[in-house]
């Protein structure tokens, strides 16, 4: 899909969309891309300026009408699974309300998290603040540290975790609120981080995009029954320009295991 001449890429989302979205998966009934940070879904009345967005792009790229099942938030990157038909649409949508998919993601937060938890706190749209709010689940492990030997808050050093996240429930803005209530705000979030260390990333790594990654979602096949995975690694070219990349590329992360961390075994999924 190409850019006319009155609106040029300038922003690394907008590029992808000058060139082509990175497809991972398709048959004759799913596709999934590989979705950029700052890249919406379809257009939305919340971000209304924006035009540039998932659903336009890959309907003129491959030439089919295609039906949006699940959402990642604009800042978000990684496996974003598109429906083909209306049916398929209906089936994957009632996977999705009875908590039949499981979907794993990446970020990077301030501190050391644990080695793994559950964070069970109700969350609440912050763009419709007289809703009430709705219950969320989340569950973490810590894949990694890393300790900077630069002062950004009152400490003479820096402390992040590299943690993979597993959502019970589908709420906007579900992890990103629920590492701020734990006290581990993602890196990137200028909706519930740390303004200090966003910037500390930003001249370090020269990353200024959220870092949290849909690294991967799995799933009953909703044609043919059989299992399906789909995954998309934060390196994926067209990603960002490797923004999250940069920043997992220092070597001076440490690995956490973390034994006994078995997501699968809550009895709610």
Known sequence: MQLN???????????????????????????????????????????????????????????R?????????????????LALNADTARLLGEQFEHRQVKKNYLAISRGYTPCHGCIDNPTRDKDRPSRPKKAATTFYRTLAHIELP????????????????????????????????????????????????????????????????????ALTHPITGQPLEIAVAPDTPQLDQNQFQRVLSDERWCRIDTPGFNPDANPQR
């Open 150 to 217: 630069h002062r950004v808050d009152r400490y003479p050093t820096s402390r992040y975790s590299l943690v993979e996240l597993t959502p019970v429930t589908g709420r906007r803005h579900q992890i990103r609120q629920h590492m701020k209530h734990i006290n581990h705000p993602l890196i990137g979030d200028t909706s519930y981080g740390k303004s200090a260390h966003n910037r500390f990333f930003d001249q370090l790594y020269d990353c200024r995009r959220l870092l949290l990654h849909a690294s991967s979602i």
């Open 5 to 63: 001449d009155t609106c040029q890429p300038d922003t690394p989302a907008q590029q992808v969309i000058a060139e082509t979205l990175k497809v991972i998966y398709r048959d004759n009934d799913l596709v999934a891309v590989a979705k950029p940070s700052g890249l919406l879904v379809h257009k939305s009345k919340i971000d209304y300026h924006e035009q540039a967005n998932v659903v336009d792009a890959l309907t003129a790229q491959i030439q």
């Open 65 to 81: 009408r295609i039906y949006p099942v699940h959402r990642l938030d604009k800042a978000t990157s990684g496996v974003l699974l």
